[in-house]
């Protein structure tokens, strides 16, 4: 089964996951684009043609007959991944799965890079999953109105493609642990008070409950997890450089009765000089992943696609990585929900999904 195919029956089958990335501060009745690259009035969206002429050597981007229609309506409650009757569905084998996470979603005076980020992901027909501030700044989400209306409009637009995840609560650094960290080192009530308030924001401004955690600086505690699974979170992704000598494990395990998908590369190469990586270190960072198996979770920021050649790496990047048939793309949403119900099986090889059939 492609990864269009799947696309195509995701809507039939399964329960749409807790959606939305970007965001800006637009007016209202700004395009928000579907998962068949439409604008949400069914005409066709407008691409960033240096962004298409900088990714045309790639594999084409899907057409809108090859992608699932949008559905409407949201959910604020936990979405869960139902497990698709014996009858109807089959167990695929893939040797890697891939995702794609976008943090630091707020309202921004410019709103450019963000939205074109979305374009890209929603335009290829590409799964990411979108971290979103509850309270940047201090000041709740809710208040960017603009925002607001967007955020609510996409979701409905793409429930196939994008995923809303509570990125941590002001995003701010509250303590060395492990270098730097928001959440790691606090007191159990006050994360747990944190995470509340936080969900309780996110799902007033978007109208979709997370269940997909994304801590700022990428570091937690076990504080961190017990409130999590009180809140009835599935997963918890954070960096795999914190999770190795934390708990002693990389990628994709479970402990403290949650599921922990860490990233496993990132766009950034130095956070001292934001220097960024090239179209070819990408690939390279994709490639050995792709030779060993697993996991491959990419960690990139929407304000750091702020020209169009760094646009048309990353729309190059994402279509590369599409092209490959036995790579199986998901939100970080989906694969702990999937590890949770028992849909998605770790082999020697790779992985075992239980997908719709045909």
């Given at each position: 089964?492609?990864?269009?195919?799947?696309?195509?029956?995701?809507?039939?089958?399964?329960?749409?996951?807790?959606?939305?990335?970007?965001?800006?501060?637009?007016?209202?009745?700004?395009?928000?684009?579907d998962?068949?690259?439409?604008?949400?009035?069914?005409?066709?969206?407008?691409?960033?043609?240096?962004?298409?002429?900088?990714?045309?050597?790639?594999?084409?981007?899907?057409?809108?007959?090859?992608?699932?229609?949008?559905?409407?309506?949201?959910?604020?409650?936990?979405?869960?991944?139902?497990?698709?009757?014996?009858?109807?569905?089959?167990?695929?084998?893939?040797?890697?799965?891939?995702?794609?996470?976008?943090?630091?979603?707020?309202?921004?005076?410019?709103p450019?890079?963000?939205?074109?980020?979305?374009?890209?992901?929603?335009?290829?027909?590409?799964?990411?999953?979108?971290?979103?501030?509850?309270?940047?700044g201090?000041?709740?989400?809710?208040?960017?109105?603009?925002t607001?209306?967007?955020?609510?409009?996409?979701?409905?637009?793409?429930?196939?493609?994008?995923?809303?995840?509570?990125?941590?609560?002001?995003?701010?650094?509250?303590?060395?642990?492990?270098?730097?960290?928001?959440?790691?080192?606090?007191?159990?009530?006050?994360?747990?008070?944190?995470?509340?308030?936080?969900?309780?924001?996110?799902?007033?401004?978007?109208?979709?409950?997370?269940?997909?955690?994304?801590?700022?600086?990428?570091?937690?505690?076990?504080?961190?997890t017990?409130?999590?699974?009180?809140?009835?979170?599935?997963?918890?992704?954070?960096?795999?450089?914190?999770?190795?000598?934390?708990?002693?494990?990389?990628?994709?395990?479970?402990?403290?009765?949650?599921?922990?998908?860490?990233?496993?590369?990132?766009?950034?190469?130095?956070?001292?000089?934001?220097?960024?990586?090239?179209?070819?270190?990408?690939?390279?960072?994709?490639?050995?992943?792709?030779?060993?198996?697993?996991?491959?979770?990419?960690?990139?920021?929407?304000?750091?696609f702020?020209?169009?050649?760094?646009?048309?790496?990353?729309?190059?990047?994402?279509?590369?990585?599409?092209?490959?048939?036995?790579?199986?793309l998901?939100?970080?949403?989906?694969?702990?929900?999937?590890?949770?119900?028992?849909?998605?099986?770790?082999?020697?090889?790779?992985?075992?999904?239980?997908?719709?059939?045909?």
């Amino acid at each position: 089964m492609t990864n269009q195919t799947r696309l195509r029956t995701a809507a039939l089958v399964l329960v749409a996951l807790v959606v939305g990335v970007g965001v800006g501060l637009g007016v209202v009745g700004v395009g928000v684009f579907d998962d068949a690259g439409l604008l949400a009035d069914g005409s066709a969206s407008v691409s960033d043609q240096s962004d298409v002429a900088a990714a045309s050597t790639e594999t084409p981007a899907p057409t809108p007959a090859d992608v699932a229609p949008s559905e409407s309506g949201i959910d604020a409650a936990p979405t869960r991944t139902p497990r698709p009757e014996a009858a109807n569905a089959t167990w695929e084998e893939y040797r890697l799965v891939a995702t794609f996470r976008n943090d630091d979603v707020k309202p921004a005076d410019d709103p450019s890079a963000m939205r074109a980020v979305d374009r890209i992901f929603v335009e290829e027909g590409v799964p990411v999953t979108s971290g979103v501030i509850p309270y940047p700044g201090g000041t709740p989400l809710s208040e960017a109105t603009a925002t607001c209306e967007y955020l609510r409009e996409l979701a409905t637009s793409n429930p196939n493609t994008v995923e809303f995840a509570l990125h941590g609560y002001t995003h701010e650094n509250r303590s060395d642990f492990y270098g730097a960290s928001e959440f790691g080192g606090a007191p159990y009530d006050t994360q747990r008070e944190w995470i509340r308030a936080g969900t309780a924001e996110l799902t007033a401004c978007t109208g979709e409950r997370p269940t997909t955690f994304v801590p700022p600086m990428n570091s937690y505690d076990r504080n961190t997890t017990r409130a999590l699974t009180d809140a009835d979170y599935s997963v918890v992704s954070g960096g795999s450089w914190f999770t190795e000598p934390y708990y002693g494990e990389r990628g994709v395990f479970r402990a403290d009765g949650i599921v922990h998908a860490g990233n496993t590369t990132g766009y950034v190469t130095d956070w001292s000089t934001v220097e960024r990586k090239s179209r070819a270190e990408l690939r390279a960072d994709f490639d050995r992943a792709y030779r060993h198996g697993g996991t491959y979770m990419l960690m990139l920021h929407p304000q750091h696609f702020d020209t169009a050649k760094r646009r048309g790496d990353l729309r190059a990047h994402v279509r590369y990585v599409r092209s490959h048939e036995d790579v199986r793309l998901m939100t970080v949403g989906e694969l702990g929900l999937r590890l949770a119900n028992g849909t998605m099986k770790r082999t020697e090889d790779g992985w075992r999904v239980l997908e719709p059939s045909d």
